[in-house]
């Protein structure tokens, strides 16, 4: 029962459900010395807010950001940064069909078998408001990496059969579509199917992808703790994620070894590889090249066809769900995935700090 | 640098390097009480014990497992279990052509960068052979999970572009195969294709799939040690591992609610789902159906076709490689699959045990 | 960077500064079910709460309790329970004087060493207002505890030179006197005494000590998880205290085996000890019989009385601290110590819960 | 069932018991690049062996160490380090007496009630030979911390009623007595007296004092794992101690603050203190001054008394104990204290290398 802390030594606690007061995020592990403020974490926050256009969620939520601990004269302490949002608008639904039956591709029925009962307003702790303070958190890890030289560029890969064409790619476009493609001509596409979709009263698949650049070599931590299994972790543990790629990803099962494999070359006195099939990571440790992931979101499960499902009593009956939904994830679920990828990084790369006598001797002299 | 630890209740740590003089585990948290012997083990070390057929490397190694501690009259006392494997036939080859080179797809150059020399004997701790703890803790795992009625089906779903047609699914076909397959026809054209692969000196990718029957519900920690984030850990922490899938996977991307979603329904006064899209986990819980894993394996990075890369002194080279190695990694690896599945859902089920207050008074009534 | 938190199924993570917004915990693991609201937390923090007599500080707090998550019908979910007690009386004292040097005894120096600056406002993180949130998670772990009938005494066992008599011990006492003594005479001599060392602008040194009754057998988990060893931390990470004592403590050091070894008896067909030298408490397991710990107080390092110390630019200089102080800790810090033993014996207590197989067969028949 | 690992980056697992095949453990976590062989962790176990003179059990082990893996060309590589020591003498005892009944102040019963049956030979986990792990994994840290210019003197402080005098404190003396004490007059009265207590056929308790030498500033991490916590956590899951104090340990409790407030000043332009009552940490974290730690240890329970006592069928009975025992703890526990506060700082050392954003540009530049 206690899943909501992720990291070893940068550690991020979330809490809170969707229609309780708020919901947060407690930072414990951030280094000292680095210069923050709400608006560093606002900004991240509006990336994944409801109510954006015309495929979110019309509800209405702000979400302001509030630091509530771990900073003085506008730096941090090194001690817990405590992170609140308020929930706002959370009184207009009305939930009294799903307080009563288990909603299908919901988290209803195995909270329940879980816990003995749940918190069924909109969803409780299993609710994408849970994201919020993945993000607040995200946002100060990705603060603190870009001052090492790391970034980040997140995007809506593909909705349904639509994907970007890489040939088309735009970073500058992914901000300027509401469905953050850095394919204008995809996003004007998937826009049009997309508008079919709700009109279908049902909903669509996605996929996001992350690119991290800047990597310093050496980070992630032999056997269990390496980096792609730890942002394997990390990303799937984001609701409706149901797999999670590396590099070449699922492609590497066709592949032969002679062209899998990314050729070390030297490049104006620097290592590079030729390609980066391995998506910046062998055997768990970067490599210094980009990394590249990618995760694939299910269709949002709540959908306004009729479904057949069971109540809580175990009787079979039919649900037609109310309420304004998305009717896909990728787009407001990018920033989630850009910052779960970051915590997890962070976390590494203190990690790695101290894996030779010499750096260690360096410190301490 | 202290990644070789998994696990929270039930915590496994592995230890041991290719060429050093053992590799082990020590598992920590195995309830007292389960009968247990050398023998439980063994048999699932044959399973990626090498030398087994044409597919698998010559070295010699008949990997017998010893049990150092934690069983007392044959049964398991509560106390650290502390598994050892003798290292044999690590004299033979001759690493003077990769202690000078990083190879291509191996962790050579990162290792290097990491801890600022390596153990290149057989490529050290990121040798196949480390798994050969994973294979001995999760023997035990598994052996507790069957007294609990959970089971696991594992084999290799695929080998370059042939994959196993469900529809001549035949689970004792698994072991009759050398290649695991639980598809005879496509075991016997895999084979064919393999050994061109093998006579173009070459490699190719693979898959595993895994699926796990008899699960109760509730079994996973929300929100960041969610089921499906802790499967996907322990299983993208396998070497050569790329992609890690649950239940439809990449393909729900493309899938609509309507299709996506799992109906639930009432069979003989029993809660079921008509279909399993989910992979049995719903918000990271199990629902009770059949957990459904899949990880792409990328294609064995050590080809004896010549391949450009660079020297430890970051200077250009030509390496082919010598030895004999498999062609592809799947057979051997779909026990290790099957095992960091096992350590995963019996340390959930132990986390589980506590999930209510009324659950805590049955305990210490 | 990352200490502030404890527990592995039943975790606390606290956070807050003295004089920053608020300070807060959120509680990860309790189990579902538990009937929980804001009164049940506020008895043990006005415990605590300074300005109640002539010996604690005049800070102005009522140290109101909010429960932010977690609960649903006044009963918790089993997810995160956040916890938050606003700042009030935050702006009214001057730091001029402690902003520019190191009070002797406080972590002003160490603060300043480990994260390069400190937040100097009341001590931030190193306040005793810290503590706030480990009362406020105790409150819930000994709610939990009383269900399954664990309970606890606790109190000012010594002020200085004055030690309660235990011939007078009366627990009804505990709550009747400012210092919380069980010694009515002891508790009026110790007063007394105090009012001495007030006007000497002076401070003294106590002791608490904390008896849990109705413990179960079979609490701790061997070898570095004992039962005693997390006490230890955890009382020991309470700020002040300089040594913890279990069962008859550092006089074992001077006893016979003949003496210390408690008899084991039969009283009714139960299994008893003779005496309870241990503490309740062998091979780092819970025996069943009471468990006795003792902390040792530093004497309140703020003093009015002038002192040398250093200013942050390494200059030597005379400080003497304004403000009110209480000139003792023990009193306010017993419900701390309480509360701290009480997080621990829980997060013991689920750990327990599947310590044989046949306890995981009861579970998940 | 999981508390054989310490330390969160150096990472110390022990396993085994006093009659299985061997004890070992595996440290993870250790920097790479270390010069390391069996000698250096071979003296630190010889200290702690048994067969050392009249005062020690007669057992006959010569604990001989083997470093199975974590080493390549006698330096560390940052892998685990598996550390094995057999079990040569295990076949000598009969445990009849003690199988089907509970020594009174030993960890049988609690076993019993813990994990349903017990390994009874020679105590099985809860033996002292469980400290072999500990210390082996010590010598590694001693010798790393050593080359960071951090040093230890441990020493046993106290036999019963004879307690060293500090005026003649000789270092070089600890060695040249069989009891391990600094003061030659003290550990002659104290031979005499221990002869005494054995022709009495009982024991007696004792004390160890460690002093920490060239500590850093700034080690430990605020609010839970303060460095005084985590020494007290790893001293207090000693076997057999039962109070654990830091600099003034319980004397503070009689203390005022104008007398146990340690003034800074400046020392050929260094900081310092005048005095060192708070024993090298102040907030939990060093403040560059001696760490001192005293551990109380109780008397051996073995002794050959007869002694009242329960049955496994809960039946009273009376009990005399075989074999040869110990008289004492403290002379061969001192390296295990050492071994176990060597961890505790070299673990906080390593956490504590990212405590400021400057730090980790350093590292990352």
């Known amino acids: 029962m206690s899943g909501s802390t992720i990291g070893r030594l940068f550690k991020v ?4 459900e969707s229609h309780g007061a708020a919901v947060g995020a407690v930072i414990d592990g951030c ?3 680095l210069m923050l403020n709400e608006t560093d974490i606002q900004k991240f926050l509006d990336r994944r807010k409801p109510g954006q256009n015309e495929f979110t969620t019309m509800r209405n939520e702000d979400d ?5 601990s771990g900073i003085f004269d506008g730096i941090t302490t090194g001690t817990p940064i405590s992170l609140i949002v308020y929930n706002k608008d959370h009184h207009s639904a009305d939930y009294s069909n799903i307080a009563n039956c288990y909603r299908p591709g919901h988290a209803d029925y195995t909270y329940d078998e879980k816990y003995g009962f749940r918190d069924y307003r909109g969803g409780g702790r299993s609710s994408g408001r849970e994201t919020i303070g993945r ?3 995200g946002a100060v890890a990705i603060k603190l990496l870009d001052q090492l030289g790391i ?3 997140t995007y809506t890969r593909s909705i349904g059969e639509y994907i970007i064409d890489y040939n088309n790619f735009d970073k500058d476009e992914i901000y300027k579509n509401a469905l953050y493609m850095p394919d204008k001509v995809c996003a004007e596409k998937s826009s049009a199917y997309l508008k079919d979709i709700i009109s279908d009263l049902d909903s669509i698949g996605s996929s996001v992808e992350c ?3 800047g990597m310093p070599t050496g980070i992630g931590e032999p056997v269990f703790d390496k980096l792609d299994a730890l942002l394997a972790k990390a990303v799937m543990s984001i609701g409706a994620v149901k797999a999670v790629e590396i590099g070449d990803g699922i492609s590497v099962s066709q592949a032969c070894g002679s062209e ?3 050729s070390f070359i030297i490049d104006n006195g620097e290592v590079k590889k030729e390609t980066n ?3 910046g990571i062998l055997g768990g440790i970067s490599d210094g090249s980009d990394i590249i992931l990618r995760a694939s979101f299910k269709p949002t499960p709540s959908i306004y066809k009729e479904q057949k499902t069971i109540t809580n009593d175990k009787e079979e009956t039919v649900l037609s769900i109310k309420g304004r939904h998305d009717p896909i994830i990728a787009p407001r679920a990018a920033v989630v995935v850009e910052s779960m990828c970051a915590i997890t990084i962070l976390d590494l790369l203190l990690q790695n700090a101290t894996s030779t006598v010499d750096k260690l001797k360096n410190i301490y002299k």
């Open 13 to 16: 606690t979330t809490w809170g």
């Open 31 to 33: 280094p000292a010395g």
């Open 64 to 68: 302001k950001i509030q630091i509530m």
């Open 135 to 137: 993000v607040a958190a």
């Open 151 to 153: 970034s980040f560029c």
């Open 211 to 213: 690119i991290v650049s």
């Open 260 to 262: 899998n494999n990314d």
């Open 277 to 279: 099939h391995s998506g």
